[in-house]
């Protein structure tokens, strides 16, 4: 069975900082990762996306996540983060070939203080 | 707004109780889903259709959980005899089945918050 882990459950941190949010997955497969965004208040959002190709993947609002196939990763990075970007922020993953049967990891909440 | 409607935002029920919630996905999404998120978790796949067919059921889904999408628009999803450990967040999704999968895009309604007493 698929499982994804995200190491960090809680992050705090002050505007201009780098983030970097892990994420690991079990399957042994051809996969497609995703990260998805919940800010406070409002409904779950696709950050970002691999299914094939590129494994750099760049998404809205400046995020991007790199796909290591050796290592079963799916980091998602930013390089300057905003008090706008203070969310829940969850990585998933399904079987390649669709939206089936996605399975999320527990989400990170990320503070980003002024 | 996702466009994806849930009703209703709240629900408070007494154990041994049975409810019912609604989805209604993006009009022309012909793949509906639901998912529950409790406390500290992300949210765990329930079941999927893709019109009225129920295509994937997840091993969560008990005897008491029952979901059906009659037209291929709207879904709703039942427990009955509803226990304490029913208490959480119902998410519903829909997406367009894509011919090329990297175009699919799932879209998460605002959920059904259930407690039981």
Known sequence: AQSVSQHNHHVILSEAASLELGCNYSYGGTVNLFWYVQYPGQHLQLLLKYFSGDPLVKGIKGFEAEFIKSKFSFN???PSVQWSD???YFCAVAYSGGYQKVTFGTGTKLQVIP | DTGVSQDP???ITKRG???TFRCDPISEHNRLYWYRQTLGQGPEFLTYFQNEAQLEKSR????RFSAERPKGSFSTLEIQRTEQGDSAMYLCASSLRQTWATNEKL???SGTQLSVL
């Open chain 1, 76 to 78: 998602l990075r930013k």
């Open chain 1, 86 to 88: 203070t969310a829940e």
């Open chain 2, 9 to 11: 935002r709240h629900k």
């Open chain 2, 17 to 19: 109780q049975n409810v």
């Open chain 2, 60 to 63: 969560l889904l008990s005897d």
């Open chain 2, 107 to 109: 879209f998460f309604g």
